[in-house]
Every structure is written in C-alpha cells, then in structure tokens.
C-alpha cells in the first residue's frame, strides 16, 4: 500500500474525489478551501485554490467533480 502525503490544507481535509479520467484529485476541509490537485512526474501539486465564496468549512459536494 504507497501512501501519499500532500502539503497543503491549513486544517483537516473532509473528502476528495478524483475527476473520471483519474488524473485530478479535489480536496476540500476545514480552512474553507477547494484544493485541485494535479501529478508532475513522481509527485502530486496543488495546482488551483478555491477560496472564496465558502463562509464555514466545507465537508463534502465533490459528487459534482466530474465535469472536469
């Protein structure tokens, strides 16, 4: 089992979802933030921050991350 450490949320992540081609993984937490994540060679980056718009943290709705 490889396990994958990401650096990024400033709080506890509550659900991600990768898009259906497998090849973006979203992330959302406890700082109010939507973190897309893209791979670069052996390692995965946050590539985009969705910040603004969300008042309270932010548990879950990656069920609508397909139309990426």
């Known amino acids: 089992l490889n396990k994958l450490y990401m650096v990024g949320h400033e709080d506890r ?3 991600v979802a990768w898009n ?3 090849t973006i ?3 959302c937490g406890g ?3 939507i973190r897309l994540w893209g791979q670069e060679g052996d ?3 946050c590539k985009t ?20």
């Open 13 to 15: 992540v509550w659900c």
């Open 20 to 22: 259906p081609a497998g």
């Open 25 to 27: 993984l979203a992330s």
């Open 31 to 33: 700082d109010k933030t």
């Open 43 to 45: 390692s995965w980056v």
């Open 49 to 68: 921050i969705l910040e603004d718009g969300h008042q309270r943290t932010i548990r879950s709705g990656m069920e609508y991350f397909s139309f990426i």
